[in-house]
């Protein structure tokens, strides 16, 4: 019973860090998208016609300036004033956020389909187990290792291990996501890759 109560309040609190960031971008970009209507509406009003492909001109104009906007933005985003103000929201706004870390990390693996993420999938050799983890940072010799908790992997907790302790494994943010929410499932083979060898490194 009380290992069902904590899966319950587990998956609810993850549920809870998910939600928060994704209602936020929703109403971030329906506020952007009314704000750009009020732009649009005397172009569409100027035109002759009101529909285009069963879409309405209003709408269709508004789509329209928000993929210019966001474009602009992707093109200032390149510029270092726009990664120094970034920097300064991570580190003083946004780190406030439940949950932003962790949809940055993904959202930025997704968009650039590429393995970009900060995060790197890895191992933790604790009490004979190969633990898996995600290394946010590392030092000269530790690591700062979050544990995600399954299967909500957007919740758990944090740790500093030597890095001695610590296997890279070669998968994705993603591809690690998906074994921690599946309790494992796969995990094993991914590590039988790597075949980490512990023997001298127990204390």
Not at 12 to 21: D, Q, T, V
Not at 88 to 94: A, F, K, N, P
Request: aromatic share 10%.
């Amino acid at each position: 019973m009380q290992k069902l109560l904590n899966f319950i309040k587990v998956t609810i609190a993850g549920g809870i860090l998910f939600l928060i960031p994704v209602v936020a971008i929703i109403f971030i970009v329906g506020r952007a998208f009314g704000l750009l209507q009020n732009i649009a509406r005397p172009i569409a009003k100027a035109l002759p016609f009101t529909r285009v492909a069963g879409v309405g001109v209003l709408t269709l104009i508004s789509i329209i300036l928000l993929l210019v906007v966001c474009f602009l933005a992707g093109i200032f985003m390149r510029t270092r004033m726009a990664r120094t103000i970034i920097k300064w929201l991570e580190d003083r706004v946004l780190i406030y956020i439940p949950g932003y870390a962790y949809i940055h990390e993904r959202s930025t693996e997704w968009l650039s389909n590429q393995r970009t993420s900060s995060w790197r999938p890895a191992t933790v050799y604790i009490d004979d187990n190969e633990v898996l983890c995600f290394v946010i940072d590392e030092g000269e010799d530790y690591c700062s290792i979050f544990f995600p908790s399954a299967p909500v992997p957007s919740s758990g907790s944090v740790s500093a291990r030597p890095k001695k302790f610590v296997t890279y494994l070669p998968i994705s943010v993603s591809e690690a996501v998906l074994i921690i929410r599946q309790f494992g499932k796969g995990a094993a083979a991914v590590i039988d890759k790597v075949k980490p060898d512990r023997r001298e490194e127990k204390e």
